[in-house]
């Protein structure tokens, strides 16, 4: 592939020259007011756990660059909720902050339902579940099985989709 070409990999660059890097990290990949590196950072924080006070300092950055940044909202908050490294209480404060400060129209505003939704995941795969008798219960298990919004969640997606069966009793 010619070196000039576009579709490059970074591995490719990076095995020829490891110059990018400074420049990469002092830059970002689109400048210094693209947020796609604080919200690729979100992801390592998920991973190397880090402590609220640095994850709350990541958040700063990525606002002041995109205060209504969809995807860093939704990448943040899987870290706030009780099976990471907070709490139901977290997890609905960071979604209801984001949504009331983010304009009409911005699917920011959709965090709040998010935030519940995983909760309700999270007290459903905790063993936590509704009692298995109630006649609404298909009804919620098929909402929960629409929404179900991470990929760490496929597990307990899977066990709400079998438990929900067919479309009786479903929205």
């Known amino acids: 592939m010619d070196p000039g070409h576009p579709g490059r990999l970074l591995t490719d660059i990076a095995a020829e020259d490891d110059a990018w890097l400074p420049a990469w990290e002092a830059e970002g990949p689109a400048g210094p007011d693209d947020p796609t ?3 690729t950072e979100i992801w390592t ?5 880090y402590p609220h006070s640095e994850m709350d300092e990541l958040r700063s950055r990525l606002t002041a660059h995109d205060p209504h940044r969809y995807e860093a909202h939704f990448s943040a908050l ?13 997890a609905t404060e960071l979604a209801e902050r984001a949504a009331t400060s983010a304009p009409l129209g911005s699917l ?4 709040p339902l998010i935030a519940h ?3 309700a995941l999270a007290a459903d795969a905790a063993g936590a579940g509704a009692d298995p008798t109630h006649p609404r219960l298909p009804e919620l298990r098929h909402l929960l099985a629409v929404l179900l919004p991470h990929p760490e969640f496929v597990g307990a997606g899977g066990r709400v989709g079998r438990r929900r069966g067919g479309s009786r009793g479903g929205l």
Do not use: D, H, K
Not at 45 to 49: E, N, P, R, S
């Open 108 to 111: 920011v505003t959709a965090l």
């Open 117 to 119: 939704v995983n909760a």
């Open 37 to 39: 590196p604080y919200i």
């Open 78 to 90: 899987p870290y706030w909720c009780a099976w990471w490294r907070g709490s139901r209480q977290l």
């Open 45 to 49: 924080a998920l991973g190397l756990g």
